[in-house]
């Protein structure tokens, strides 16, 4: 058995494709090592995921793509709490953009962008990604991210800037204050997906000239910090993956046009794709 991992910091995505039958699909939260020992990492597993746990001696191979596994020693501690789990398994780690080069280039040439949770950029040869100077995190980054969207959401609501109907709304559906705020955004963990988890009101107003506004100032943020920072751009496709690319396609299609940038695939989960690309890899 073959098992695909697409982690986010929010949410994991698991495929395990079991032979003659249909993949199974589990989903467990996000596995981001910078923000998850190797122990918690394990216990999240052990916890959140006793349906997949239960494979764990039919499955021969993991591959696991995920945020935060951008370098030698995040991608140790991912390695080794899935071995404590999964021993008799070969287990490759690599970063999240790679599986979403993987699922949306296949071998081509192009620009694969996460506009989830996070944010980030890369170019991808057709083989490798070279994701440059991107990558910097929810404080110093995430342009257009879930969680950009969120910190200006709740900017807005504490400094009363938002127009009173839409200030009346988020307050009726969040009930926050700014203690409340300040304890889940300085003295819990989790901050990046705590913060994230107010975009999803951006579609409750998104025909409103303030969502409008919101949408356009973030995705241009990220088009002109990130997308704009290779010279090249123009020549290639440029793909998305991520819930607020997703949900947010038609305004980050419009945006893109204007800015003369190629749209080439724009997929809310690309687990499937991946695992098709691992299995069709597999073959050659």
């Known amino acids: 058995m073959i098992l695909v991992a697409d982690s986010g910091s929010s949410k994991t995505d698991w495929l395990l494709n079991v032979s003659h ?13 910078y923000f998850l020992t190797e122990k918690e990492i394990v216990k999240t597993l052990q916890d959140k995921a006793t349906e997949l746990v239960a494979y764990s001696n039919q499955i021969e191979e993991i591959y696991f793509f995920g945020a935060g596994c951008s370098s030698p020693d995040r991608h140790e501690i991912v390695s080794n709490a899935l071995t404590v789990l999964f ?12 599986g979403s080069a993987y699922a949306t280039c296949g071998h081509e ?32 980054g995430d342009e257009g991210s ?16 938002m127009p009173a109907d839409i200030h009346d709304l988020f307050q009726k559906t969040y009930e926050l204050d700014k203690q409340i705020v300040i304890k889940n955004v300085y ?3 989790g901050a990046n997906s705590y913060l994230a988890s107010f975009a ?6 998104r025909t409103t000239d303030y969502g409008q506004a919101l949408l356009n100032k973030g995705l241009s943020e990220f088009i002109e ?3 704009k920072s290779y010279p090249h751009y123009h020549r290639y496709k440029c793909n998305f993956v991520g819930s607020i690319a997703y949900v947010f396609s038609d305004e980050l299609k419009a945006v893109c046009k204007a800015n003369g940038i190629h749209i080439g695939k724009i997929i809310q989960q690309p687990i499937y794709d991946l695992l098709e690309f691992i299995l069709s890899r597999e073959g050659e």
């Open 225 to 227: 910090m990130n997308i």
């Open 146 to 161: 879930g969680t950009w969207f969120g910190k200006e959401l709740i900017t807005d609501f504490l400094y009363g800037n």
């Open 21 to 33: 039958e249909d993949a199974k699909q589990f989903r467990t939260p996000g596995l981001n090592p």
């Open 187 to 189: 003295q819990k963990a």
């Open 87 to 98: 021993p008799k398994a070969f287990i490759s780690i690599d970063s999240d953009l790679l």
């Open 109 to 140: 040439k192009g620009l694969c962008c996460v506009l989830g949770t996070g944010s980030n950029i890369s170019y991808f040869d057709g083989k490798e990604i070279y994701s440059g100077q991107h990558g910097l995190g929810y404080i110093l």
């Open 200 to 205: 999803k009101f951006l579609n409750d107003i």
